[in-house]
């Protein structure tokens, strides 16, 4: 018998042995760097002529592996492989499902450092955010086999004298797995085993600038027993195999984790009923986020700079939930400032690879284009208090950077720049915060910081988004403690991590029978 979930505890590197574990398991990974890595479909493992290849975002000339890309002919074989292979998968038992996560999880536990210690190579991400990352691939497997072992016998239903009735969920078919690369691992992994465990087979495409982890992990779930055919492993463009197989006839479920553009024009040609489609496409989106920290005049000050920055900076702000907002009471606008601004200047900014680096890289040159552009369009719109610059000699190098007395209709206020650049805006009062706190199109996560009970209670009521935080940090989402999705632009509030996720993957079937 499974003992209670309960979430993978993260790694305290103010201990010695840790840190020595940590950097052995990256020279162990930097020994790997280069390699080449094929598609994986109905098992077998195939090389093509176009590849990607992953370089490291703190150092672009470092090849992280070169993968194998799918095209159209590879995408219609890998279609072909999951079909089939859900003819058997859809038949073999919720148990045995769900124990294939769990050992797949001891797995990756085993190996938790070398996990870590790619993400830090490919995505850049600090050891801190890399061990977060990887603690949250471990628990959406523990926490998903779970869910899937309660849900195995579907819900109780009302029967009659001489009628049986039952209500159970069942897969739909052939997923389509389409991931981010900010959660390299961990959305990956999550959006990849829940289809897994209801019972459908998977494509998985990860992206472009994250495909060596996912590929590392779907060996994790050969090692744990996969069979051929039920995870595929297509690398490829977006725009090519992505929308062959977000519009193919056979694709019954799409998993999407990415941003608001290609979420919405995925989600719009999935409705669309091809010719030889049976069956209507079930569609998650969980987009992008334009996320707000509210500090209220009654406020711990210093607990409420430690939030903002915190939720602004982690992992360079590339995060959906990072709060590149904050909208403070003018009774407290200077003070929370200028705490904030003394805290974001003694931040590090450097090589992931050294412990105890806060900041490392963006991702690549597009996002630092973007974000440099946006740092610009800023000092128009606003005053700059901090950071302000770029390197990208190496790698992508941004200062982490604060706009003070933004007009809430700015475009740094407004728009999801996926960087370090915070903006600040003054409030009136504790309503007109929550006003501008609500003035996006997105939903996604919020924090306010309050001592004020009744405060408290209308921003539950009025703060208009699917994860909303006290006195603390609006980042950081804990699979089964926070389930995470947002509202608005944000998504189909799937609430990955929630237990109302693994029903979305399924279809519910009633069955009656006379005796
Ligand atoms: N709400 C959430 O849970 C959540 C979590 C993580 C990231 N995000 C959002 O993701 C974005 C950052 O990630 P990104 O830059 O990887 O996003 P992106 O939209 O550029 O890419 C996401 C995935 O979609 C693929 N893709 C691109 N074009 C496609 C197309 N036409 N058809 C099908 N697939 C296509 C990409 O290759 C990638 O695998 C941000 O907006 C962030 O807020 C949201
Ligand atoms: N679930 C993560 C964010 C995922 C998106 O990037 C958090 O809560 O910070």
Redesign the pocket.
């Known amino acids: 018998m499974l003992q209670a979930y309960s979430h993978e505890p993260f790694t305290d590197f103010a201990i010695e042995e840790n840190r020595s574990a940590f950097a052995a398991a990256l020279q162990k990974v930097e020994a790997q760097l280069g390699a080449d890595y094929p598609l994986v479909i109905g098992g077998k493992r195939l090389m093509t002529a176009e590849t990607i290849t992953s370089c490291n975002p703190a150092n672009k000339s470092e090849v992280i592996g070169v993968v194998a890309k799918a095209g159209k002919e590879q995408a219609e074989q890998a279609m072909e492989a999951a079909d089939a292979a859900f003819q058997s998968w859809r038949k073999v038992s919720p148990e045995e499902r769900a124990n294939l996560l769990i050992r797949a999880a001891a797995i990756v536990r085993r190996r938790k450092h070398e996990f870590s210690a790619w993400l830090v190579k490919e995505a850049g991400k600090p050891w801190k955010e890399a061990d977060a990352d990887t603690a949250e691939a471990i628990d959406f497997m523990e926490y998903y086999g779970r869910q899937m072992i309660a849900l195995k016998d579907g819900k109780p239903v009302n029967s009659r004298a001489g009628e049986h009735n039952r209500y159970l969920y069942t897969p739909t078919g052939v997923c389509l797995t389409?991931?981010?690369?900010?959660?390299a691992f961990a959305?990956m992994a999550g959006t990849t085993v829940a289809p897994l465990v209801t019972g459908n087979t998977v494509l998985l495409?990860?992206?472009?600038?994250t495909p060596v982890v996912a590929y590392k992990f779907v060996e994790v779930l050969e090692e744990a027993g996969l069979p051929p055919g039920v995870v595929n492993f297509v690398p490829?463009?977006?725009?090519e195999?992505?929308?062959y197989?977000?519009d193919h006839p056979k694709t019954t479920l799409i998993t999407?984790?990415?941003?608001?553009?290609?979420?919405v024009?995925?989600y719009e040609?999935a409705a669309a009923v091809q010719p030889g489609q049976q069956h209507l496409k079930r569609v998650i989106v969980?987009?992008?986020?334009k996320d707000t920290v509210v500090v209220d005049k009654e406020a711990d000050l210093e607990l409420a700079a430690q939030a903002i920055v915190t939720s602004a900076f982690g992992f360079s702000g590339?995060?959906?939930?990072?709060g590149s907002r904050a909208v403070v009471d003018q009774a407290v606008y200077d003070e929370v400032l200028e705490r904030v601004v003394a805290l974001t200047k003694a931040l590090s900014v450097g090589e992931p690879t050294t412990a105890d680096v806060y900041m490392g890289p963006v991702?690549d040159q597009a996002?630092y284009t973007k974000i440099m552009e946006y740092i610009e369009i800023g000092k128009q719109e606003a005053r700059l208090v901090a950071g302000g610059s770029g390197d990208n000699a190496d790698g992508f190098f941004i200062e982490p950077t604060v706009f003070a007395d933004a007009d809430p209709k700015a475009r740094i206020m407004q728009e999801?720049i996926?960087g370090p650049v915070l903006a600040f805006s003054k409030a009136r009062d504790f309503e007109e915060a929550l006003d501008i706190a609500n003035n996006t199109e997105y939903g996604?996560t919020g924090a306010v910081i309050t001592t004020n009970r009744e405060r408290i209670e209308q921003a539950k009521r009025d703060f208009h988004v699917g994860n909303l935080y006290f006195n603390r940090n609006c980042t950081g989402a804990i699979v089964g403690y926070h389930p995470?999705?947002?509202f608005k632009m944000?998504?189909t509030d799937s609430k990955?991590g929630g237990p109302d996720y693994l029903i979305l993957h399924m279809q519910a079937k009633t069955i009656s029978e006379m005796y």
């Open positions: 389409i991931s981010p690369w900010n959660f959305i495409k990860p992206a472009s600038a490829g463009s977006g725009s195999i992505g929308d197989l977000v999407f984790t990415g941003s608001r553009d290609v979420g024009r995925l040609r969980e987009m992008g986020g590339q995060k959906c939930s990072a991702i996002a999801e996926f996604l995470f999705g947002g944000s998504g990955a």
